[in-house]
């Protein structure tokens, strides 16, 4: 309880300071736990999902918007079916948190299974059951090892579970999507197996916008001590601050950039990449831990914006293997230059605390990522005799208002249209295509006439270069059948996505395409 508490005030004090926090509600126990030998005391996750769901609301950013939170849970949590409701419009209304945004961790086993037949049984536990029984957490493990450890639990007759079909979750787990674009997608091992830092710890969620992939740790209370000081007593609490993970972002504006320039990137990202690291060292920090882990890992995240924009002034269709192959190209040269940059702050300014036995020094960052050429190896190298400056380096961030800003396209994202009104706070913003012209009209096409299968095929090829994450959207109409949507989903944890944002849901206005049309 104590460390739910300071979890909520953490998010209080960053949300009172403009910003969003993803929270992991895996370690908590389920509705029926047992509590101090009490069966069945534990309310579930639900009832404090509500506490942070007030708390967005209550600690609103100057007015100006609320405080935004994603909660995060893991497919196997006994309240995992109540989760996938939070959002939706039918249901106990006890039993609803709308101002949150709920996100599902999921193991590969979940979607091996629904790949391989819907009619099989997936088993739901508590999480402090199994500790308390089995003398581990499950959620502290990935891949192969999870999956031993939880046929373990289910061939354990002393754990209770609650069993549903593979079929009746997807089913929840796609209502609530098309409804209310929620639950975020979180896919664990791949994130896991991919992290530079293994060695320091496990990566358990994903933040807001589900671009950041860091390892977390919870804070721990060691002691509380009432002494006196100047003759008043105190009492002194004393905690071990954990891994409490902050995003420093910046984006490359793609449509604007000389991409096909490797040394011309070189130079535009290796200032971006000393900016971010600088502001690590500027920054105010809401919350003391953030700070602590921040200068620890020296972590940044570089992403994108202006995707679109690029593809169309190249005259690069988005469904089309060209996009793919050059998109291939053009994040390979951004890692290369985010890397190199990073390196040689290092030899200025030394390594981040936890380089020595990371990825990176040992070399495992390039093999997992199959940077077998001479230029790679050749930076693997001096990563080895100079370090690196940054755990982690790159993360693609949504960038919605601030492509309006810069006149481009946002993030990753296909346009909505090649001109329409969006609204932004209230008031209605004419926004065209830019760079739109006789050449670019026929290149560009909008988000939900696009064959979703060549966007996540892209973010499968973008994944190999990005460390951290991407906040990729799919967009979906009321023709998509569910099976459809299910099928996006594992194409995605077959590609090597690591997250999905928001599943938007439309229907089409006009059937056909309307440059025919018109």
């Not at 193991?107 to 059951?129: G, H, I, R, T, V």
């Not at 036995?357 to 080895?384: A, M, V």
């Not at 693609?396 to 009104?421: E, K, N, Y």
């Given at each position: ?17 403009g910003g969003g926090m993803g929270m992991y509600f895996g370690k908590v126990r389920a509705t029926g736990g047992s509590i101090r030998g009490f069966k069945g005391a534990a309310g579930g996750v639900i009832r404090w999902m509500k506490l942070v769901n007030d708390t967005a609301v209550a600690v609103d950013q100057l007015g100006m918007r609320q405080g935004a939170v994603a909660v995060y849970l893991d497919a196997w949590h ?153 003759g008043d007593t105190v009492v002194v609490t004393t905690v071990k601050p954990g891994d409490f993970v902050v995003c420093n972002l910046a984006s490359l504006s793609l449509g604007r950039l000389p991409l096909e320039d490797k040394a011309a990137m070189c130079e535009k990202v290796a200032t971006v990449v000393r900016a971010l690291d600088n502001v690590i060292d500027l920054n105010f920090y809401p919350v003391p831990f953030a ?228």
């Amino acid at each position: 309880m104590i460390g739910i508490y300071r979890s909520i005030d953490n998010f209080a004090q960053v949300s009172k300071f403009g910003g969003g926090m993803g929270m992991y509600f895996g370690k908590v126990r389920a509705t029926g736990g047992s509590i101090r030998g009490f069966k069945g005391a534990a309310g579930g996750v639900i009832r404090w999902m509500k506490l942070v769901n007030d708390t967005a609301v209550a600690v609103d950013q100057l007015g100006m918007r609320q405080g935004a939170v994603a909660v995060y849970l893991d497919a196997w949590h006994k309240d995992i079916p109540e989760f996938l409701q939070l959002r939706t419009n039918n249901g106990d209304d006890r039993m609803k948190a709308h101002d949150i945004f709920p996100a599902v961790c999921y193991p590969d086993l979940f979607w091996k299974m629904a790949e391989e037949s819907l009619e099989q049984n997936w088993y739901l536990f508590c999480p402090d059951e199994i500790k308390r029984v089995k003398g581990y957490a499950l959620e502290d493990f990935y891949g192969e090892e999870w999956e031993r450890r939880y046929k373990e639990c289910i061939d354990d007759a002393r754990l209770s579970r609650r069993i549903i079909s593979i079929k009746d979750l997807v089913r929840l787990i796609l209502r609530s999507a098309v409804e209310t674009g929620t639950p975020f997608t979180f896919n664990r091992d791949t994130v896991n197996r991919a992290n530079p830092n293994g060695h320091k710890g496990i990566i358990y969620c994903s933040n807001l916008c589900t671009e950041i992939a860091q390892n977390m740790a919870e804070i721990k209370e060691v002691s509380q001590v009432v002494t006196t000081e100047n003759g008043d007593t105190v009492v002194v609490t004393t905690v071990k601050p954990g891994d409490f993970v902050v995003c420093n972002l910046a984006s490359l504006s793609l449509g604007r950039l000389p991409l096909e320039d490797k040394a011309a990137m070189c130079e535009k990202v290796a200032t971006v990449v000393r900016a971010l690291d600088n502001v690590i060292d500027l920054n105010f920090y809401p919350v003391p831990f953030a700070k602590i882990t921040n200068h620890n890992y020296r972590s940044i995240g570089l992403g994108v914006s202006g995707y679109h924009h690029a593809l169309a002034i190249r005259g690069i269709k988005w469904e089309s293997d060209k996009h793919l192959e050059f998109m291939d190209k053009v994040f390979e040269t951004i890692n290369y230059a985010a890397i190199s940059a990073s390196t040689e702050i290092a030899k200025e300014k030394g390594a981040y605390k936890y380089f020595e036995g990371s990825d990176w020094q040992t070399g495992k960052y390039f093999e997992k990522r199959n940077y077998i050429t001479s230029d790679w190896q050749q930076l693997r190298e001096t990563i080895g005799k100079q370090g690196m400056r940054n755990a982690y380096l790159l993360a693609v961030a949504p960038t919605s208002s601030t492509s309006i800003l810069a006149g481009t396209t946002a993030g990753l994202d296909p346009i909505m249209q090649r001109f329409f009104l969006e609204e932004k706070k209230g008031a209605m913003l004419p926004r065209v295509a830019p760079a739109l012209s006789d050449k670019t009209y026929w290149v560009y096409k909008d988000a939900y006439h696009i064959n979703q299968q060549w966007s996540v095929r892209a973010s499968g090829v973008r994944q190999r270069h990005i460390d951290q994450a991407q906040s990729m959207n799919l967009y979906i109409t009321n023709e998509y059948t569910m099976r459809q949507v299910l099928n996006l989903y594992i194409l995605a944890w077959k590609s090597g996505v690591k997250t999905i944002y928001y599943v938007r849901s439309k229907s089409l206005e006009v059937e056909e395409c309307e440059s025919c049309s018109s």
